[in-house]
């Protein structure tokens, strides 16, 4: 089964380092506005879901030329676009997930994207928000980290404390410690050598993995 990549209309900082992260086999679903992104990679959407009221005029005459499968809701709907394109990728049958633009702008709006791959009917699939610059994702057991030495890695417990924790690979090392909601133990750890690991034994961890991106890339 390929892997779907869902855009949302969200920030998109470096274009270069999302272009990295596609594969030529990934199935592309843009969330609405997610679709300028796509459109912005010089590629188009297999699917296109949402009330589409963040979607200009430009870019719908594109995606009708493209033949690209749209599912239009209504605008006054409970479920916000990324919501209605998680149902679909799912129930599609995808079980690896990469949200892109997910991150930053609104703050309301990223925590709730985030809130989104909490859902437990999710838990078994490998799903992540990436902007390029940050991976983020959950995790109720472990995790391997890949990355370049230097890079920054944040733990931090989501929804109560965190049990556990057993991590490899990282400067500042945990064995069997616990992450509490209410604290910062686990901000801006540094990746040493790949990969690394993270171990837990209870809880819900959110992984924030901030690459280091040097300043030719960025431009």
Not at 19 to 44: F, K, M, N
Not at 105 to 113: A, K, P
């Amino acid at each position: 089964m390929p892997r779907a990549l869902i855009f949302v209309n969200g920030d998109l900082p470096n274009l270069a380092s999302v272009r990295s992260l596609i594969l030529p086999e990934d199935v592309l679903i843009a969330a609405d506005g997610g679709t300028q992104h796509i459109l912005a990679l010089g590629l188009t959407p297999a699917v296109l879901i949402g009330d589409l009221d963040s979607l200009s005029a430009e870019n719908r005459r594109a995606v009708d030329l493209a033949g690209t499968k749209i599912h239009q809701y209504p605008r006054d709907k409970n479920e916000t676009d990324l919501e209605l394109a998680l149902h679909y990728a799912v129930g599609a049958g995808f079980r690896e997930l990469l949200v892109v633009a997910a991150l930053g702008g609104r703050l309301d709006q990223t925590l709730g994207n985030l809130s989104l791959l909490t859902d437990p009917s999710l838990a078994e699939l490998d799903i992540r928000a990436d902007d390029g610059l940050q991976e983020v994702f959950f995790t109720r057991n472990g995790c391997r980290l890949h990355g370049d030495p230097g890079d920054l890695i944040s733990l931090i417990p989501w929804g109560g404390e965190v049990t556990g924790v057993t991590t490899t690979g990282l400067r500042w090392p945990l064995s069997g410690e616990v992450l509490w909601a209410h604290r910062t133990r686990g901000i801006s750890n540094e990746l040493l050598d790949e990969p690394a690991s993270v171990n837990i034994e209870t809880g819900l961890l959110l992984v924030v993995h901030h690459r280091r991106i040097n300043d030719k890339e960025t431009l």
